[in-house]
């Protein structure tokens, strides 16, 4: 019987990594066709009917092309971050909250917090092994965005788990059955909106792959397989991110077909910030990491520690 939840754990974990992987070939094709339209010009979408058929192409193209490393490189370092990347966000995909009990995260706000931490290091030292400037310069930007970012991103956290009084992901379903956290905590939602674009280095946060100052940023010298890795990792931080924001704030029931669509219009916000926001200035992004952002989440962490201390005098009182 043991082993039968093994194999079957695993089978379940298999399936999830595949979905997720389409899910990323698709979303590539959804931000082609909303930048397109967006800028009013064509975009290479147009492979067999409707397009369908382009990520795959995209696929073969990548890693069908000839590997080149840079000679100065730390090879091994430079050659396993991007495998790295991409298999610390679908070791974080785990955290789905079954109800069927597939993982027992109970401890999944924790975890989720280490998993988002360790992943500023792949693209740290992508850029540092490269043994370019533009690389270098490109994660050391990354690194300080991000763990700016996961500042404000932890005290959110820590709010809701005042709230519900839980480390576990899954009680957030349970939480929202009669009403959304979307409707009493919208201020928190559109900060997370944001930290979100921060952690997953998208614009106008897209400091880590400034094109115009930095050439491409920390993935300047990789190409073929590697470029394809990091890439992937990329939009499935976006998928998990825009999976994380229906879950804490848009009910978090996995088993409602409307808790996907949420899902795919909140990655659509991801594509459409790309297509109308111009990029920050440097200075700009961490004044309003520790000057905006780090106040607004402490006095709400504030808010619901004195909210549930209420509740228990009032309990006590009674």
Same mark, same amino acid.
């Given at each position: 019987?043991m082993?039968?939840?093994?194999y079957?754990?695993?089978?379940?974990?298999?399936?999830l990594?595949?979905?997720?992987?389409?899910?990323v &070939?698709f979303?590539?094709?959804?931000?082609?066709?909303?930048?397109?339209y967006?800028?009013?010009r064509?975009?290479?979408?147009?492979?067999?009917?409707?397009?369908?058929l382009?990520?795959?192409?995209?696929?073969?193209?990548?890693?069908?092309?000839?590997q080149?490393?840079p000679l100065?490189?730390?090879?091994?370092?430079?050659?396993? $971050?991007?495998i790295?990347?991409?298999?610390?966000i679908l070791?974080?995909?785990?955290?789905?909250?079954?109800? !069927?009990?597939?993982y027992?995260?109970?401890l999944?706000? =924790?975890?989720?917090? #280490?998993?988002?931490?360790?992943s500023?290091y792949?693209i740290?030292?992508?850029?540092?092994?490269?043994?370019?400037k533009?690389?270098?310069?490109?994660?050391?930007?990354?690194? &300080?965005? !991000?763990?700016s970012?996961?500042?404000?991103m932890?005290?959110i @956290?820590?709010s809701?788990?005042?709230? /519900?009084?839980s480390y576990?992901? /899954?009680?957030?379903f349970?939480f929202?059955?009669?009403?959304?956290?979307?409707?009493? !905590?919208?201020?928190?939602?559109?900060?997370?909106?944001? +930290?979100?674009? &921060?952690?997953?280095n998208r614009?106008?946060f897209?400091f880590a792959?400034?094109?115009?100052?930095?050439v #491409?940023?920390?993935?300047?010298?990789?190409s073929?397989g $590697?470029?394809? =890795?990091?890439?992937?990792?990329?939009?499935a931080s976006?998928?998990?991110?825009?999976?994380?924001?229906?879950?804490?704030?848009?009910?978090?029931?996995?088993?409602?077909?409307?808790?996907?669509?949420?899902m795919v219009f909140?990655?659509?916000?991801? +594509?459409?910030?790309?297509? !109308?926001l111009?990029? @920050?200035?440097?200075?700009k992004?961490m004044?309003?990491?520790? %000057?905006?952002?780090?106040p607004?989440?402490?006095?709400y962490?504030?808010?619901f520690?004195?909210l %549930? =201390?209420?509740?228990? +005098?009032?309990l006590?009182? %009674?």
């Amino acid at each position: 019987m043991m082993y039968n939840e093994v194999y079957l754990t695993f089978l379940g974990s298999l399936l999830l990594m595949v979905s997720v992987m389409i899910g990323v &070939a698709f979303l590539t094709l959804l931000e082609r066709k909303v930048l397109g339209y967006v800028q009013i010009r064509k975009g290479p979408n147009k492979v067999s009917m409707l397009g369908i058929l382009q990520p795959f192409c995209d696929v073969v193209k990548l890693f069908s092309k000839e590997q080149i490393f840079p000679l100065v490189s730390n090879y091994f370092v430079y050659y396993l $971050s991007p495998i790295f990347s991409l298999f610390m966000i679908l070791l974080m995909w785990m955290l789905m909250p079954y109800i !069927t009990n597939f993982y027992s995260f109970n401890l999944g706000v =924790l975890f989720f917090l #280490s998993c988002t931490s360790i992943s500023v290091y792949t693209i740290m030292i992508a850029g540092w092994s490269s043994n370019s400037k533009y690389s270098l310069l490109g994660g050391l930007r990354s690194v &300080a965005q !991000t763990i700016s970012y996961e500042v404000s991103m932890a005290i959110i @956290l820590m709010s809701f788990i005042f709230l /519900i009084e839980s480390y576990s992901f /899954i009680e957030f379903f349970f939480f929202q059955k009669w009403i959304y956290f979307i409707f009493f !905590t919208f201020p928190l939602s559109v900060l997370w909106m944001i +930290i979100s674009l &921060a952690e997953t280095n998208r614009t106008p946060f897209d400091f880590a792959e400034g094109e115009s100052e930095l050439v #491409s940023g920390f993935n300047v010298e990789y190409s073929s397989g $590697s470029f394809a =890795l990091i890439f992937l990792a990329e939009y499935a931080s976006i998928l998990f991110m825009s999976m994380m924001f229906c879950m804490i704030f848009m009910g978090g029931n996995l088993y409602s077909l409307m808790f996907y669509i949420n899902m795919v219009f909140i990655s659509f916000l991801f +594509i459409l910030i790309r297509g !109308t926001l111009p990029r @920050l200035r440097y200075d700009k992004l961490m004044s309003m990491a520790w %000057k905006s952002f780090l106040p607004v989440s402490l006095n709400y962490l504030m808010f619901f520690m004195g909210l %549930k =201390l209420m509740y228990f +005098i009032i309990l006590i009182y %009674k």
